[in-house]
Structure formats: structure tokens, C-alpha cells
């Protein structure tokens, strides 16, 4: 990387505005249901790998109520 071009990213325009998630609750909960298929389907260490990213997602979302 040459240091000498290199600019700084611009600032947050609107560091005061709410943040919006990048997913539903919903969206969320699909994607670790997909993974978790993934998970079964896929025995090699990659299906393994998605059964723990499931795991590490499911426990960041809100419990069901």
C-alpha cells in the first residue's frame, strides 16, 4: 500500500442517527435455521463450521417470546 496516497475514510455524516440492523429478527433466525441445514448436509469441516457460526448466532438473538 502505498502510505503516501492513502486518505482517510470519510466521517459518519450522521454520527447521531439511529443505527438500523443489517437483518430482522426473522432474516436472523433463517439464516441460522440455514445453517444449521448446512450442518447436516455437509460433513466435512465446513458443515461443522457453519453449525458453530449457527450456534454463536443463535445465542445473539433475542429469546422467542
Known amino acids: 500500500m502505498d502510505f503516501e496516497t492513502f ?3 470519510a466521517p459518519d455524516p450522521a454520527p447521531d442517527a439511529p443505527r438500523l440492523p443489517l437483518l430482522t429478527v426473522a432474516e436472523a433466525r433463517e439464516a441460522v435455521s440455514y445453517l444449521q441445514l ?5 460433513l466435512t469441516p ?5 453449525g458453530r457460526l449457527a450456534g454463536d448466532l443463535a445465542m445473539r438473538l433475542p429469546a422467542e417470546g
Do not use: M, N
Open 38 to 42: 448446512l450442518e447436516s448436509l455437509d
Open 7 to 9: 486518505t482517510a475514510p
Open 46 to 50: 465446513r458443515g461443522e463450521a457453519a
